[in-house]
């Protein structure tokens, strides 16, 4: 699996950003953990997938270390 995520950090936060236009991996709840898991994966404080064109709006999906 290759996956292209940016990394930002801010106010003691840092959130990976997953980029829809350039990934096509589905990201599950277990992927999640893994990737956001400070020892085994990247380590983050959640991630960000986007953009999400929905009813002609631009949305962004938030997801928590724990997968939720």
Known sequence: M???FEKFHGLVNDYLVYDCIKNN??????????ICHRN???????????????EGMIKVKIYN???S
């Open 40 to 54: 085994c994966g990247i380590g983050s404080d959640g991630i960000l997938i986007g953009p999400i064109y929905e």
């Open 25 to 34: 991996v589905f990201l599950g709840e277990e992927d999640i953990k893994h």
């Open 65 to 67: 270390p724990d997968g």
């Open 2 to 4: 290759n996956v292209i």
